[in-house]
């Protein structure tokens, strides 16, 4: 008879690495705490991955968005498989953006924050200057009571 190799021993029980080291695939995060309580966490542009800010400008259809991005540029943007579906962009939302590296003028829409989400970003001085439109209403209504 043959005598076959024996199998490898089966690896360790457990997470390969330690539960407080950092995953690098969750995205950067806000915690969201409202009342003494955390609400959510809200999603932020993973500099490392190119991501920006942008504020969707103009509908063109076809899953595709006129977008005025941070750093100035104005970019086709385009809602990309899964989200198709899902994601409902508006003019005037705040976008998180992933530009193309091949082509300046197109970009990809990775997120959508609602209104709420935005105004709190803007209040938590989270956002450029250049794309801040949330928070030139409260500022308006602090002026006016003086």
């Not at 008879?1 to 029980?13: A, G, L, R, Y």
């Not at 966490?41 to 941070?70: H, T, W």
């Not at 924050?113 to 602090?142: C, H, I, M, W």
């Given at each position: 008879?043959?005598?076959?190799?024996?199998?490898?021993?089966?690896?360790?029980?457990g997470p390969a690495t330690p539960p407080d080291a950092p995953d690098a695939e969750s995205p950067t995060t806000v915690?969201?705490?409202?009342?003494?309580?955390?609400?959510?966490?809200?999603?932020?542009?993973?500099?490392?991955?190119?991501?920006?800010?942008?504020?969707?400008?103009?509908?063109?259809?076809?899953?595709?968005?006129?977008?005025?991005?941070?750093?100035?540029?104005?970019?086709?943007?385009?809602?990309?498989?899964?989200?198709?579906?899902?994601?409902?962009?508006?003019?005037?939302?705040?976008?998180?953006?992933?530009?193309?590296?091949?082509?300046?003028?197109?970009?990809?829409?990775?997120?959508?924050?609602?209104?709420?989400?935005?105004?709190?970003?803007?209040?938590?001085?989270?956002?450029?200057?250049?794309?801040?439109?949330?928070?030139?209403?409260?500022?308006?209504?602090?002026?006016?009571?003086?």
């Open positions: 008879m043959e005598q076959f190799p024996s199998p490898p021993p089966d690896p360790p029980e915690e969201v705490v409202e009342g003494g309580e955390e609400v959510g966490r809200l999603p932020l542009p993973r500099r490392d991955r190119g991501e920006i800010f942008g504020v969707a400008s103009q509908l063109m259809g076809a899953a595709r968005i006129r977008v005025m991005c941070e750093d100035g540029v104005s970019r086709m943007g385009r809602i990309t498989g899964k989200m198709k579906k899902k994601m409902w962009v508006r003019e005037g939302d705040l976008l998180i953006l992933r530009p193309w590296g091949f082509q300046e003028g197109k970009c990809d829409i990775l997120f959508r924050y609602s209104r709420t989400q935005a105004t709190y970003l803007a209040r938590r001085d989270l956002l450029p200057a250049s794309v801040n439109v949330f928070g030139e209403a409260d500022a308006a209504k602090g002026t006016s009571a003086d």
